[in-house]
């Protein structure tokens, strides 16, 4: 727990200190057949993401996007003009601002963090799925407080794919899409939330454990788990 | 007659059956191979993992040597610096390797435990200070460690060159495995399978068993263990679980709606009751144990035992159409947190993802934010409800403090920052130090460097620079490496 907490602590300090919301705050721009630009590239981005769009993502607004568009627009109720306005913008899950630099700039960064989510809402989705929400966020948890205890790997990756450490990783179900709620429960737990306070191992007591599994201090059961450290 | 017609008959049935049985024999005997090639494979991985393991640790144990042995700091600092690379090396190639949480718990910690040393005693030479007699007695134990571990290491190796155990082995025909099947990658902890607990080599039991007996390490880094006897900083007279109820139900913004199923405890050393809600419309137990991907929508709220503060709230409910932006959400939150007994808290940083608007908060007293004593929210964008509310930092940090006065102006302060950044902003906050124990008053300069934007950490007493952040735009917000 207090090592979480210290870990918590620095994970504080690297996340607070983002700061700022962009000074040069804009909105995002109106596209139309023939737009060009980072604005495009998002929103052909999203609409790939979410099945409307088979494209290439090119940031050009031609006759496959222009098809999305409208085929979104239908689908959500909104003015079907194939023009991305505020209305449809905010639909598609922007809202206001657009961060302007960041369509150029490297996003190796932003990405590991999106690879690192799919990882976790993986193993959540097969671990946990059928479990309360909390009970979801808490496996992501378990997770995460291992990558900040010694006795486990430093990273998300490592903890994961560690011999013998998660049936999911064992029987294969860990390469299944992952289900909606469990990239939420990813998303929180990556976020700090943990309901656990701190636990590294997690088992259901309905299935054969050892004893030296029962000999760890439990924090609190939830759904069909036990959560310990 | 008769049996040479009953032989028409059978001829072909039992020429097909023949056949049959013959595709089946080379077909078993083609996955055997598959398998016993996969198990070589596996096996050459992990004797390669356990032989980098062996050759890190030794490493480590000479390093360590050196540095107790050198008389020049510069020198020192260049050990302390490769015993760090070679102590992750080596936990990063133990970890590879097929042995259950059980066995290596200790192993692991001891080699990244000796790294984070290493690396503080680093920090503080780099910052001037010289190594004292105790951390040179540590690194001389340490050494000790290494070299006791290094040859348990060679008497494993030895065996498994002797053929006295393999990590991995093709499935052998017994009754035990006719019977329950094999499964290599099982934990023998967690399914009691016999069959691959004992693959585990002996050796190992007593590594565990001394790893298992070191001493507690105390000292200025994440892993240290004196971390873990924290206790929260806010707490208060022990609250009844029926006043805790009440507390919840003021917390919980449009508690009428939801109707309480069960109560956990947590016990940790911030000990809470934990309250499961559904909504109060939803059929009886329809919300748990739902089928497949959603398991419906439920709330839970953490109430903490000694204050009755709210720990944490999380509500699973699924977000429509945004109808109100960042801003509005921001305020939202602010006002939140100022309800629910956590007044002064300022939004530092946020990100929107599919509806949902995600808010750190620090508090902030005198101009100056406090890092360490912040809290998380989620607001729903479609109608502005507060879905999640993390206040664990809050709670285990925030304290009545004397904040010092500065001793540098903003303006000295930015004469040591690094003069290519573009400096845009600068705010005086207090950051928590590397290990968490202690609280650094530092001016935080927001500033750019070519296309990217970072934070830079100047101590406000010393004048030393303590940390340098990287701001990262994405498509919803912003966040820090």
């Known amino acids: ?229 | 007659m008769r049996k040479l017609k009953g032989l028409g008959l059978w001829l072909p049935v039992g020429a097909v059956a023949a056949l049959g049985l013959a595709v089946w024999g080379v077909w078993t005997y083609r996955l055997t191979e598959t398998n016993s090639g996969y198990a070589i494979a596996m096996e050459a991985q992990d004797q390669r993992h356990f032989n980098d393991m062996s050759r890190h640790v030794e490493q480590m144990q000479a390093l360590l040597g050196k540095a107790l042995v050198t008389g020049s700091p510069g020198q020192n600092m260049r050990y302390m610096a490769d015993v760090y690379t070679h102590s992750e090396a080596a936990a990063t190639s133990f970890h590879s390797l097929p042995l259950p949480a059980q066995l290596g718990a200790g192993t692991g910690k001891f080699l990244r435990q000796v790294g984070d040393f290493s690396a503080s005693l680093l920090r503080h030479e780099a910052a001037g200070r010289e190594m004292d007699v105790a951390s040179r007695a540590e690194l001389g134990r340490l050494r000790t460690e290494a070299a006791n571990l290094s040859a348990q290491l060679q008497v494993i190796n030895a065996d498994h060159n002797q053929g006295g155990f393999r990590w991995n082995a093709p499935p052998r025909f017994t009754w035990y495995t006719l019977r329950h099947g094999y499964h290599p990658n099982a934990d023998p902890v967690t399914t009691q399978d016999q069959a691959p607990a004992n693959l585990i080599p002996a050796g190992w039991d007593q590594v565990r068993a001394a790893m298992d007996k070191l001493p507690v390490m105390v000292y200025d880094g994440p892993f240290s263990d004196h971390v873990n006897a924290r206790r929260p900083a806010m707490s208060g007279a022990p609250v009844a679980r029926p006043e805790a109820e009440s507390r919840m139900r003021a917390y919980l913004p449009g508690s009428q709606g939801y109707r309480v199923t069960d109560v956990a405890e947590l016990t940790t050393n911030l000990p809470a009751y934990s309250f499961r809600l559904d909504p109060a419309t939803a059929a009886p137990g329809a919300a748990r144990g739902g089928a497949g991907d959603n398991p419906g929508w439920t709330t839970t709220v953490d109430v903490s035992k000694n204050g009755g503060f709210l720990v944490q709230l999380l509500n699973s409910r699924m977000v429509g159409n945004p109808t109100i932006d960042l801003a509005r959400a921001r305020a939202l939150g602010q006002a939140y947190l100022s309800s629910v007994g956590y007044p002064g808290m300022i939004a530092a940083y946020g990100e929107v993802r599919d509806g949902i608007a995600t808010i750190q908060y620090a508090y902030q007293e005198h101009g100056v934010l406090i890092y360490p004593d912040q809290a998380k929210v989620n607001v729903a964008l479609d109608n502005g409800e507060i879905l999640a509310v993390d206040a664990r930092q809050y709670l285990m940090s925030h304290h009545p403090r004397s904040l010092p006065a500065p001793q540098l102006t903003p303006r000295e302060a930015e004469d040591r920052v690094n003069p290519d950044l573009a400096v845009a902003r600068v705010q005086l906050t207090l950051i928590p130090s590397l290990s968490g124990a202690d609280e650094i008053l530092a001016y935080e300069f927001l500033g750019s460097l070519g296309q990217d934007a970072y934070l830079v950490y100047i101590n406000a007493e010393s004048g030393g620079e303590e940390q340098v952040l990287q701001q990262v735009q994405t498509d919803g917000g912003t966040f820090a490496l």
């Open chain 1, 1 to 229: 727990m207090g090592r979480r907490i210290a870990v918590g602590l620095l994970l504080a300090l690297l996340l607070v200190t983002a700061f700022s919301w962009p000074a040069s705050a804009q909105p995002r721009t109106t596209l139309r057949w023939g737009s060009r630009g980072g604005d495009v590239t998002v929103a052909q981005r999203r609409l790939a993401t979410w099945g409307y769009y088979r494209g290439r993502v090119d940031g050009i607004y031609g006759r496959l996007t222009y098809g999305a568009v409208i085929t979104f627009q239908r689908r959500n109720r909104l003015r079907v003009d194939g023009v991305v306005g505020p209305a449809t913008w905010s639909a598609l899950g922007y809202t206001g601002r657009a961060a302007a630099p960041a369509a150029v700039r490297p996003r190796t960064a932003a990405t590991s963090r999106s690879d690192e989510q799919n990882l976790l809402a993986r193993v959540i989705s097969a671990e946990a799925r059928g479990e309360p929400y909390e009970g979801q966020v808490a496996v992501g948890a378990v997770l995460l407080n291992r990558v900040s205890d010694p006795r486990f790997p430093s990273t998300i990756s490592g903890v994961v794919y560690e011999r013998y450490a998660f049936e999911a990783v064992s029987n294969g179900t860990i390469y299944q899409p992952p289900a909606a709620t469990a990239v939420r429960a990813a998303r929180d737990a990556l976020n700090g939330w943990d309901p656990t306070q701190g636990a590294v191992f997690y088992w259901n007591p309905a299935k054969p454990v050892s004893r030296w599994v029962w000999s760890r201090t439990i924090h609190k059961r939830i759904g069909n788990h036990v959560f310990a450290r």
